[in-house]
């Protein structure tokens, strides 16, 4: 049974930082392409950030330079470090794993930036 589990949301005031990590069970971890997805109220889900396999990475443009998205395959988790929080970081994060075409999604966590 595959499962995704987010974990680290909360409320945070601009400007803070934030870590979320998701925890892996029920796949060969090393070989899937990991990724941190985001939802906020009325909008559609859209990448913040993703590493490959091999370590590569890439980022929405509105996360560069805050956000750092890291694996670590023996503990079979995948984590992202958010400085320099804004408010429109505001959203549900949710963790995703891929290879070739199985995709798999954690439930989510809550991510609140606010004053």
């Known amino acids: 049974q595959v499962q995704l589990v987010e974990s680290g949301g909360g409320l945070v005031q601009p400007g803070g930082s934030l870590r979320l990590s998701c925890a892996a069970s029920?796949?060969?971890?090393?070989?899937?392409?990991m990724g941190w997805y985001r939802q906020a109220p009325g909008k559609q889900r859209e990448l913040v950030a993703r590493?490959?396999?091999?370590?590569?990475?890439n980022y929405a443009d509105s996360v560069k330079g805050r956000f750092t998205i890291s694996r670590d395959n023996a503990k079979k988790m995948v984590v992202l470090q958010m400085n320099s929080l804004k408010p429109e970081d505001t959203a549900v994060y949710y963790c995703?794993?891929?290879?070739?075409?199985?995709?798999?999604w954690g439930q989510g966590a809550q991510v609140t930036v606010s004053t």
């Open positions: 029920g796949i060969s971890f090393s070989f899937y392409a």
């Open positions: 995703k794993g891929r290879l070739m075409s199985n995709d798999y």
């Open positions: 590493i490959a396999a091999d370590g590569n990475t």
